[in-house]
């Protein structure tokens, strides 16, 4: 088995990113176990919460993902690497939450998602995995399995004033608590 190595995320405006990936043939394949390896190489490395091959250049259906109800979790979580992953959502409602993404840099915008899904993939072994997603986990599976389809979070926003960089919207969140204390 070769070394591990980090990727090059590819960023807004590369078509790769609008590409609809193909099926994984072979979720047992050497290059797809490689593959699944670097992306969570790369994830952890860019303190990611989930990753989608298509991110990677590779237009695969392909993702890893950080079993977490929060962010503060994320460290000690273990990747779920799923292979052809399909989603069902298991409720209508929507709720919003701020999502960010490793190919758009710095932007967050709150996107809605449903709360709770169920997914159905394959491990790389082959064999099949489902289970059900709630809150965090459940948007991050959303969000990844977009790529997959080449839909990236601002396409799902419903209103895109909520549309900000990370900085200023933790020195919007500074000002509000400095306000909350005078
Ligand atoms: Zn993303």
Known sequence: ???????????LGHPILLARA???????????RALAADLVETMRDASGIGLAAPQVHASLRLIVALPITDREGAREA????????????????????????????????LVPRVRRV???????????????AAGLFARI????VDHLD????????????SLAFESELA???AAAAAEEVR
């Open 22 to 32: 193909r099926p994984v043939p072979d979720p047992t394949a050497p290059e797809i």
């Open 1 to 11: 088995m070769g070394a591990m190595a980090l990727l090059k995320i590819a960023r």
């Open 150 to 161: 080449g839909i990236l979070f601002p396409m799902r926003m419903r209103d895109l004033r």
């Open 78 to 109: 273990s990747p779920l690497v799923l292979v052809n992953p399909e989603l069902e959502p298991l409720e209508e409602t929507l709720e919003e939450a701020f999502e960010g993404c490793l190919s758009i840099p710095e932007l967050r915008g």
């Open 118 to 132: 169920g997914f159905r993939a394959l491990d790389l072994e082959g064999r099949p995995l489902e289970g059900e």
């Open 171 to 173: 020195r919007q969140r």
């Open 141 to 144: 599976l959303q969000h990844e």
